[in-house]
């Protein structure tokens, strides 16, 4: 499994992005995503996940403002984000898994400026 994460940049607050996590490797392979952030010194956080119903789930700082979505047809999944503040400056990552085994984008950049 290949993760290609895009779709970064430099936006103002308030603004919004929309990342992709594009996936070789099947459709399994984007059964479930999984998207993380790291912010400057600090730790890797959990952002949201998509699981194989198509259910989401988010982490409390960026719910209501953040969607994960998933297309099949195009092997990608998405994070659309929304309303974003300073503090979602980050590099963006998402992550698969599947049986025990992880497999890890290289992360896009979002900066957002105030």
């Known amino acids: 499994v290949q993760l290609q994460a895009s779709g970064g940049g430099l936006v103002q607050a308030g603004g919004s992005l929309k990342l992709s996590c594009a996936a070789s490797?099947?459709?399994?392979?984007?059964?479930?995503i999984a998207w993380y952030r790291q912010r400057p010194g600090q730790e890797r956080d959990w952002v949201g996940r998509?699981?194989?119903?198509?259910?989401?789930e988010y982490a409390d700082d960026v719910k209501g403002r953040f969607t994960i979505s998933r297309d099949y047809g195009k092997m990608t999944v998405y994070l659309q984000m929304s309303s974003l503040r300073p503090e979602d400056t980050a590099v963006y990552y998402c992550?698969?898994?599947?049986?025990?085994?992880?497999?890890w984008g290289q992360g896009t950049q979002v900066t957002v400026s105030s």
């Open positions: 490797g099947g459709a399994s392979s984007i059964r479930y």
């Open positions: 992550k698969s898994w599947s049986r025990g085994s992880e497999w």
């Open positions: 998509i699981i194989p119903s198509g259910g989401t």
